[in-house]
């Protein structure tokens, strides 16, 4: 019997509006909202200080797309670990394979999250 596959690539997400929720063992969802603004809840990783956390990283900003590589950069005007306040800063990620990945320097830590809707 001959069988025939096919691969099919993975969608090509042209807008990072929606809800991206964390996972394997990671926590935490990013909402990004059409209005320009997102929040980053319950997260398990500080992508703004690149490390681990009890699910408690918060943040919210506001966003901006580009035709460059990574096409997303977020701003982060407030942010919280652990209830303790973190510095502002902008992250470029890419989203446009349906999944967004923060992660330190050194690749030993780090957090996904895949769009739900």
């Known amino acids: 019997m001959l069988g025939l596959a096919s691969c099919t690539p993975a969608p090509h997400v042209t807008s990072p509006v929606g809800v991206w929720e964390a996972v394997g063992d990671d926590n935490g969802t990013l909402t990004i ?5 997102f929040t980053m809840s319950d997260a398990s990783f500080n992508p703004l200080q690149y490390r681990d956390t009890q699910d408690n990283f918060r943040g919210s900003g506001v966003w901006e797309t580009f035709s460059d590589d990574p096409p997303l950069v977020l701003r982060f005007d407030e942010a919280t670990n ?30 996904e999250f895949r769009l739900t809707d």
């Open 33 to 37: 909202n059409r209005d320009g603004t």
């Open 82 to 111: 652990d209830g303790f306040p973190v510095d502002p800063a902008d992250l470029q990620v890419d989203f446009t394979s349906g999944s967004i990945r923060f992660e330190d320097p050194e690749l030993t830590a780090s957090i």
